[in-house]
T-cell receptor, first 116, second 115 residues
Framework: GAVVSQHPSWVICKSGTSVKIECRSL??????MFWYRQFPKQSLMLMAT?????????EQGVEKDKFLINHASLTLSTLTVTSAHPEDSSFYIC????????????FGPGTRLTVT | GESVGLHLPTLSVQEGDNSIINCAYS??????FIWYKQESGKGPQFIID???NMDKRQGQRVTVLLNKTVKHLSLQIAATQPGDSAVYFC???WGLGGGGNKLTFGTGTQLKVEL
């Protein structure tokens, strides 16, 4: 089946620095991708919808200037956490729709971000 | 919307028993539902889905039941195995279908299979 990859799988950064997370669709094109954040023992919370060639759509309460999303190609979306702080430490997961006529989404393996 | 607690509900079952995981959804307009399995440190994995025009759907060892009247969804796992230990999430969506439809996830249930 189709695969979505994420890089890196885990990252540790110092407070105040920025971190970029990549999400790739490996054998299919995705004009839309989704970014989720998941804290320990909690559910996935949608952060934003990444749109190829246009601006991302952010969910209420998500700071667009802090979580920069770029969807520069049909197979790559990036999430940059700017000026990271310890409270940004979380599991970040991306997904891509399985097709134009289905609701199913393929999920990436996630990226564990730890800010020290 | 869903409230997110600090502790996932836990369901403990004996190996070989059947498991039933429940989910209450909030949007009466939702017309498509998915169950995902998430193992520790990994992304969600698709298990089974169901459309709102159905009340039951079966897969391999899994059955999803949908009760739209009370906005309730359940996942039944037959002959539960140790490899079934994971967190299970239901997700809902609505709209014209496909592409950019957003999923809303439930709070999740931790399934623990005891030997």
């Amino acid at each position: 089946g189709a695969v979505v990859s994420q890089h890196p799988s885990w990252v540790i950064c110092k407070s105040g620095t920025s971190v970029k997370i990549e999400c790739r669709s490996l054998d299919f094109q995705a004009t839309t991708m989704f970014w989720y954040r998941q804290f320990p023992k909690q559910s996935l919370m949608l952060m934003a919808t990444s749109n190829e060639g246009s601006k991302a759509t952010y969910e209420q309460g998500v700071e667009k200037d802090k979580f920069l999303i770029n969807h520069a190609s049909l197979t790559l979306s990036t999430l940059t956490v700017t000026s990271a702080h310890p409270e940004d430490s979380s599991f970040y997961i991306c997904s891509a729709p399985a097709g134009a006529t289905t609701y199913e989404q393929y999920f990436g393996p996630g990226t564990r971000l730890t800010v020290t | 919307g869903e409230s997110v607690g600090l502790h996932l509900p836990t369901l403990s079952v004996q190996e070989g028993d059947n498991s039933i995981i429940n989910c209450a959804y909030s949007n009466s307009a939702s017309d498509y539902f998915i169950w995902y399995k998430q193992e520790s440190g990994k992304g969600p994995q698709f298990i089974i889905d169901i459309r709102s025009n159905m009340d039951k759907r079966q897969g391999q060892r899994v059955t999803v039941l949908l009760n739209k009247t009370v906005k309730h969804l359940s996942l039944q796992i037959a002959a539960t195995q140790p490899g079934d230990s994971a967190v299970y999430f239901c997700a809902e969506t609505w709209g014209l279908g496909g592409g950019g439809n957003k999923l809303t996830f439930g709070t999740g249930t931790q399934l623990k299979v005891e030997l």
